[in-house]
């Protein structure tokens, strides 16, 4: 035997004793810490299920840019004479969509005042709003406050309406931070109010601002005063407890 071949073997049994030792003690510690390995894949496995499923929105599929950025909401249809003119309305929905520039100013402030006072420096998410609501939900032991942006109710309205059963489970309420965050994305703050003030229901079985508007006062929502307008945006917070039909003290004192 020679020298050389003397070192070969010499290191060819270390190879094999280490890996013997290594191979043996990864054996033994899976053998003795089975659990926790199978806890570790468990956990792996849901993170990544999870994962999944917030990301498609449920499993159901996210809106893509075009659909968020094509969503019209529906209206009720419309009758005609022979000449074109409006002879009445086939009333699905009741809700007649504006653009924003025909909803004045000091009603798009009103509303954002009401519901949502941080729209334009949030991304979908107000967390100052989050922690706001945790410290006063937890300091009363019960639900008194919730979270929901302009962003976050126009997404559920736009396209949760389906998942209403499930309007204060977490699940939907993750799904709808989810779908802020992609129209925040894809969509400028004005298009967002302006689907968000489309979209609302304001009570009386009308939606949207311009429908409620006819409905209480009988013209546009591009005619209403200050006064109508602090109405309009009290109906956000109840519109059955705000609406001057039914509670013209309550309504007057929200304004």
């Known amino acids: 035997m020679t020298l050389r071949d003397w070192h070969v073997g010499r290191w060819n049994a270390m190879r094999w004793r280490v890996r013997f030792a290594f191979g043996g003690r990864e054996r033994g510690w899976l053998r003795r810490h089975w659990k926790l390995s199978l806890l570790a894949a468990v956990l792996v496995t849901g993170a990544a299920t999870f994962d999944a499923w917030l990301v498609t929105c449920g499993f159901a599929g996210c809106p893509s840019a075009a659909e968020l950025q094509g969503y019209r909401p529906p209206e009720g249809g419309r009758v005609l004479d022979r000449n074109g003119r409006l002879i009445g309305r086939l009333h699905v929905v009741n809700r007649v969509n504006v653009p924003l520039s025909r909803i004045p100013m000091h009603v798009r402030q009103a509303f954002v005042a009401t519901e949502d006072r ?138």
Request: hydrophobic share 40%; proline share 3%.
């Open 118 to 255: 941080r729209f334009r420096r949030h991304e979908g998410i107000d967390w100052h709003g989050v922690a706001r609501s945790v410290v006063r939900n937890v300091t009363s032991m019960r639900v008194r406050e919730g979270f929901s942006t302009i962003t976050m109710q126009a997404a559920r309205n736009a396209f949760l309406p389906e998942r209403a059963a499930l309007s204060r489970s977490l699940g939907r309420k993750l799904i709808e931070l989810r779908l802020a965050r992609l129209m925040e994305r894809h969509l400028t703050k004005d298009q967002i109010l302006e689907l968000y003030l489309n979209e609302i229901y304001l009570g009386n079985g009308v939606y949207g601002v311009d429908g409620a508007s006819r409905d209480l006062f009988g013209k546009s929502v591009r005619d209403v005063s200050l006064v109508e307008g602090a109405v309009l945006a009290a109906l956000a917070k109840g519109p059955s407890s705000y609406t001057p039909k039914r509670n013209p003290d309550r309504a007057r004192a929200r304004r």
